[in-house]
């Protein structure tokens, strides 16, 4: 059962490049999000993922796009990258609409030079 | 807006107790969680209280009152492997949307 998988686990970009940060769950969860976090920070809520085919602001959404492909697949994407957009970002899951556990996967640690 | 406070740092010794408080402002408060980070890895959850009360699982517990806007983490029986990042998060507005807080570093030495 792997859970919740992030590609790539390292990425480099140079300042305007784009890319796309790729998440899958395999536990059949409703809620899916996108977090980042910067050294000595908690985490922030990008978007979110209600279901397949919402998706809805965080904390810090600017800059960032997502597409709920379907139930399992849910990505990020930056148009133009920018040093502020180095960080850890974490994908997770969880079932909807309890409050309860969310998954993270293991992050993608990327960095805008 | 959402606001938490955490001690950005404790240190204990094994076999201690310690206990991470965690207060926060926050509109449409539904439910506190907890949540572990060890160096270089993902957040793993531990706790989720949504109403007032001590909850135990196993050497760890989370209390939350609700009037006083406030909970803590309690660790008991310490061990080398409890050193880590511990994160609160609020849920709130009736969705599945966490805030966290900026952690509390928990360093255990023998």
């Known amino acids: 059962n792997a859970g919740v998988t992030q590609t790539p686990k390292f990425q480099v970009l140079k300042t305007g490049q784009s890319m796309t940060l790729q998440c899958a769950q395999d536990?059949?969860?409703?809620?899916m999000y996108w977090y980042r976090q910067d050294p000595g920070m908690g985490l922030r809520l990008i978007y979110y993922s209600a279901s397949e085919g919402t998706t809805d602001k965080g904390e810090v959404p600017n800059g960032y796009n997502v597409s709920r492909l379907n139930k399992r697949e849910f990505s990020l994407r930056l148009e133009s990258a920018a040093p502020s957009q180095t960080s850890v970002y974490f994908c997770?899951?969880?079932?909807?609409?309890?409050?309860?556990?969310?998954?993270f996967g293991p992050g993608t640690r990327l960095t805008v030079t | 807006g959402q606001s938490l406070e955490q001690p950005s740092e404790v240190t204990a010794v094994e076999g201690a107790i310690v206990q991470i408080n965690c207060t926060y402002q926050t509109s449409g408060f539904y439910g506190l969680s907890w949540y572990q980070q060890h160096d270089g890895g993902a957040p793993t959850f531990l706790s989720y209280n949504a109403l007032d009360g001590l909850e135990e699982t196993g050497r760890f517990s989370s209390f939350l009152s609700r009037s006083d806007s406030y909970g803590y983490l309690l660790l008991q029986e310490l061990q080398m492997k409890d050193s880590a990042s511990y994160f609160c998060?609020?849920?709130?507005?009736?969705?599945?949307?966490?805030?966290f807080g900026t952690g509390t570093r928990l360093q255990v030495f023998p």
């Open positions: 536990m059949n969860h409703n809620s």
């Open positions: 998060a609020v849920r709130y507005d009736n969705t599945d949307k966490l805030i």
């Open positions: 997770a899951s969880s079932e909807s609409g309890l409050g309860t556990e969310q998954y």
